[in-house]
């Protein structure tokens, strides 16, 4: 019998996957971080760049909540979301963003100058659109939506349980364990 090898990073995966679907969020979490192996899945690609090309940021945040970006890509989402709660006058909301949001906090570290641009933006009262989004608000979320849509992938449900079954069925049918009756 020819052995396959599985790598210890598709296990930890699948584990994950079944986590997630299953609700268990800190057991999610806790093997995310301890495994340093990631889950970056949608339910539909197709659906994350809508949500994200017409502003449903809402359902953007809670897609990407358990989801890893590199700092750079995530800062950048939030950015436009900050710009987009001035545009509609939010600015409380997004005073609360850029000051407690780990993104954008890093942002601070990273790159003061680009921080500092958008603090500004908060004492700024007459803001119009192309103060906020120099080279276009869609054509924005267009990029956004595109890198972080390069980060993540769909996987079909229930894969855990899947294989778990399939390799019930053939040991069954070969007569191993107690699964032969």
Known sequence: MTEVEVESQDVIRLILQFCKENGLQKTFAALQDESNTTLNTVDSIEHFIADINN????????????????????????????RELLELREVETARGLIRHTEALQSLKLRDPNRYLRLEHLLSQTDLEARDLFPDGKEKRRTQIAQELAAEVYVAPPSRLLALVGQSLKWQQHQGWGPFNT
Do not use: M, N
Not at 59 to 82: H, M
């Open 55 to 82: 502003g449903h940021w809402d359902a953007v945040l809670a897609a990407i909540s358990t989801l890893r970006f590199p700092p750079e890509k995530l800062c950048d989402l939030y950015e436009q979301i900050f």
